[in-house]
């Protein structure tokens, strides 16, 4: 089955090795350009889908989301600047009221990239605020250029974050800096953005597809399996005590025990081996 593709979203299928077959790296950009990628009706409805594709395919390891860079300008106008996604597209908010609002922000894109059991990964060039940093805060991993802005600017409509910034910010930086973030609508650079913790890495751009697809290969090399309970075992850290989710780790943990690719691993470890996943 193909990707659900449409003008503003594209997807592209990478192989995780080249000489084996052992699955692909999903890479869907928002493909608005000229609007800085901004998240319009169009874009949500084609991330969703998407979401529901990758979680429909087996042979798709790892999702990658990242904005197209800007086009080249128009003869005696200035360039765009780079944007990963600058923010929801405000046009539509104009005129709206609560109920059409509830209806678009309770069963949206944000929540389905966040609910997917593959690991995801946000290749963030340039700006992304509000919407945007909540679409790069849905994402595991969080790979940053130098030149790229994080922010939560809805305070400046009158607003605040919809697509779960209040609480997922929250939990990656702290009480206070998401907060501040929140209440100011400041713009944090890339560089504070990886030392609270908003970021797990800050490269130069021209290093941003090698360091991410590196590290989207070595995530896509493991065990599906494993790393889907995995990537459980840890948001249940998000919602439970530390005893409980002690306790639902050491489940988890006996539980893989009983799979394939344990013993797989095992043996390809004991055997000086590489491991041939059944992922099962």
Known sequence: MNAPESEVLKVELLPIDEEHDIGFIACLTIDRPDKLNALNAEVMDGLKAVCAWVEGRDDVRVLIVTGAPPNPPAEGKRAKPHAFVAGADITEFAGAGSEVIRVK????????????????????????????????????????????????????????????????????????????????????????????????????????????????????????????????????????????????????????????????GVQAFINRETAQWKHQ
Not at 248 to 256: D, I, K, N, P
Request: charged residues 25%.
């Open 105 to 264: 922000f309770t069963d949206n894109a944000v929540e389905a990239l966040w609910n997917l059991s593959k690991p995801t990964i946000a290749m963030v060039d340039g700006f992304a605020l509000g919407g945007g940093c909540e679409v790069a805060c849905s994402c595991d991993i969080r790979i940053a250029t130098d030149r790229s802005r994080f922010g939560a600017p809805e305070i400046n409509l009158g607003l605040i974050p919809g697509y779960g910034a209040t609480q997922r910010l929250e939990r990656l930086v702290g009480y206070g800096k998401a907060h501040e973030m929140i209440m100011t609508g400041d713009m944090v650079p890339a560089d504070e953005a990886h030392r609270i913790g908003l970021v797990n890495h800050v490269v130069a751009p021209e290093d941003l597809n090698d360091t991410v697809y590196s590290m989207a290969r070595r995530i896509g090399s493991k065990s599906s399996h494993a790393l889907r309970v995995g990537k459980e075992v840890v948001r249940s850290a998000l919602d439970e005590s530390l005893t409980e989710g002690v306790a639902t780790e050491a489940a988890a943990f006996a539980g893989l025990f009983d799979s394939e690719d344990k013993e797989i």
